[in-house]
């Protein structure tokens, strides 16, 4: 049995498009710890629906509120190994903030451009292969983004990847 949980994949303009990102704090026991995440988390019984718990979950852990959120919609799901199904949504964040955490949980915000992504996805040939679990991992700086959410990004960066990459590599 899967255990329902959802995330944001927010997207905003800085002023190209950029992805907002979280590095897991490094908590002894944590199974995510030192984990590159899409801010979310549990659906808890109060919550009227998987989005409600999303945009919960964003202002919880960000401090993002609903208002500064265009909701695009949901993405699907992703089943985790650790017996997770994640509700992936999308939305559009004007950038307003303030973005502020709680340390215990989160190390740091990170700012990707998506750009960046989309270049590493060519690069290692991720275009229209499998979306295993174990295969896709992002190199961002001093991180790698791997598991669950590389493959949520792997499936992002492959609804833009229809555009012909050969003759235009830029997908945003």
Same mark, same amino acid.
């Given at each position: 049995?899967? /255990? #329902?949980?959802c ?7 800085? #002023?190209? #498009?950029?992805l ?6 490094d908590?002894?026991?944590?199974p $995510?710890?030192? /984990?590159?995440?899409? #801010? ?8 009227? +629906? *998987?989005?409600? =718990?999303a ?6 852990e960000?401090?993002?509120p609903?208002?500064q959120?265009?909701?695009?919609? +949901?993405?699907?799901?992703? %089943? @985790?190994?650790n ?10 964040w004007?950038?307003?903030? *303030?973005?502020?955490?709680? @340390?215990?949980?989160i ?5 990707? *451009?998506? %750009?960046?992504?989309a270049?590493?996805?060519? @690069?290692?040939?991720?275009? =229209? %292969?499998?979306?295993?679990? %174990? /295969?896709?991992?992002? *190199? ?5 983004? $791997?598991?669950? @959410? =590389?493959?949520?990004l ?5 609804? $833009? ?7 235009d590599?830029?997908i945003?």
């Amino acid at each position: 049995m899967y /255990q #329902p949980t959802c995330v944001f994949l927010l997207i905003f303009n800085k #002023p190209d #498009p950029y992805l907002l990102a979280i590095l897991k704090a490094d908590t002894e026991g944590y199974p $995510w710890r030192n /984990q590159v995440a899409l #801010p979310g988390g549990h659906i808890d019984t109060n919550d009227a +629906s *998987p989005t409600d =718990a999303a945009f919960r979950e964003l202002k919880e852990e960000l401090n993002i509120p609903k208002e500064q959120v265009e909701l695009i919609g +949901s993405m699907g799901h992703f %089943q @985790t190994i650790n017996n997770r199904d994640i509700e992936v949504f999308i939305g559009l964040w004007n950038g307003l903030g *303030p973005v502020r955490y709680e @340390t215990r949980e989160i190390a740091r915000v990170l700012e990707i *451009p998506l %750009q960046v992504l989309a270049n590493i996805h060519r @690069t290692k040939h991720y275009h =229209a %292969q499998r979306n295993d679990l %174990q /295969q896709f991992n992002y *190199p961002i700086d001093d991180l790698t983004i $791997w598991g669950a @959410t =590389a493959r949520i990004l792997h499936y992002f960066i492959e609804l $833009w990847y229809r555009r012909d990459f050969s003759s235009d590599p830029s997908i945003f």
